[in-house]
């Protein structure tokens, strides 16, 4: 008996053409949102790896800022007794980065500004919401050293010497802490030696600054030698009426004196490192994170926190992935940000100054 094959029929070649259509659009979905949803985990995941790499870097600095050194006591624009305490002397005709490179200009350890320290217009003087916000900040901090000094400094500790000028006595910014305390003032000429003998040519260089914790002002170095290091206490500090000083003892550990500058150039945030005198250009640069879209900072004096908003673009190029909105956790304060191209991951750190 013979067989008849049977054909398809348009209805069921119709149906399986919409089942396979169903089935591969279905595919289709799924493939596209797996792509955008690992674009999307990739672009926020390159962001973070660089935004907690500069966090992991500035954290360090960051908690020994004004460590051994003066807070401004007078307006900005002013001589301030930080600026003062790095000012160049006739001893020390080489002042630090922050008599050189900015001098009244810095506020203290810790200078928001929007632009070069220089630049009076571009200085942040007033606080917003109780901060000084901005997009580059200045700042100094002291590196330990892991080295004590001996408890002789060749001198012995004095109250304030009398200043006979009555006119500029009476322009001099004291400091209610050091009162008529005996100590170390400025000018004062020390003989620093390690507290197992010797000097600190190998750690701090003639020219260089250092500072104790607790004495709370700067030291210039004078001259190293084999037996000893000279230095001297906030040189330039009374030519500029400011009467620095304070009481030190031995055993405390050496530590030197750097500053920077933190910007966003050409999409990186950079690091602009002041190490070697006297100072008036950075010594080298160091990029803290690639593809930053913005940087802002907000300095709170009252409450004595940083918090610095770092964002940063996704790896990724493509209109499709721009919102078009202000990025979530992007400061109302802070300028408009985004090339209309990428998404952009807005991560935010605080840091309590504790100096």
């Not at 001996?150 to 001099?172: H, N, R, T, V, Y």
């Not at 202000?326 to 985004?338: C, D, F, L, N």
Request: aromatic share 10%.
């Amino acid at each position: 008996m013979t067989m008849r094959r049977r054909a398809f029929t348009l209805t069921e070649v119709l149906l399986a053409m919409i089942v396979v259509g169903i089935v591969g659009a279905a595919l289709t979905a799924a493939l596209f949102s797996f792509l955008n949803s690992y674009n999307q985990t990739e672009d926020y995941t390159k962001a973070r790896e660089e935004i907690e790499s500069a966090f992991q870097v500035l954290s360090s600095q960051f908690s020994n800022v004004g460590l051994g050194m003066p807070n401004n006591t007078i307006a900005r624009g002013s001589m301030g007794s930080f600026v003062a305490a790095f000012a160049s002397h006739d001893d020390a005709p080489v002042g630090s980065v922050m008599s050189l490179m900015g001098g009244a200009g810095w506020g203290g350890p810790i200078t928001v500004t929007n632009g070069e320290i220089t630049d009076s217009s571009k200085w942040v003087t007033t606080l917003a919401d109780g901060c000084f916000s901005g997009k580059e900040l200045y700042y100094a901090w002291s590196i330990p050293t892991g080295v004590l000094v001996s408890s002789d400094f060749g001198a012995l500790m004095a109250k304030p010497k009398k200043i006979p000028d009555a006119a500029l006595k009476d322009e001099i910014v004291y400091m209610s802490w050091i009162s008529q305390d005996i100590g170390y003032w400025g000018g004062d000429t020390l003989q620093l030696k390690k507290n197992l003998g010797g000097g600190l040519p190998s750690l701090v260089k003639t020219g260089g600054w250092l500072t104790f914790p607790s004495f709370g002002v700067p030291i210039w170095v004078k001259s190293n030698a084999t037996e000893q290091t000279t230095a001297i206490v906030a040189p330039g500090a009374l030519k500029n009426k400011n009467y620095l000083g304070g009481v030190l003892y031995g055993f405390e550990e050496v530590h030197h004196v750097r500053a920077a500058r933190l910007r966003v150039l050409s999409g990186d945030l950079v690091q602009e490192l002041y190490e070697a005198p006297p100072q008036a250009k950075p010594s080298r640069q160091r990029v803290l994170a690639r593809g930053v879209a913005g940087a802002w900072f907000r300095f709170y004096p009252g409450e004595r926190l940083l918090t610095l908003d770092l964002a940063v673009l996704g790896v990724h190029n493509d209109s499709r992935y721009a919102s078009g909105k202000r990025p979530p956790g992007w400061p109302s304060s802070a300028p408009e940000i985004g090339d209309g191209r990428h998404r952009i991951l807005v991560e935010s750190m605080t840091w309590r100054i504790r100096n």
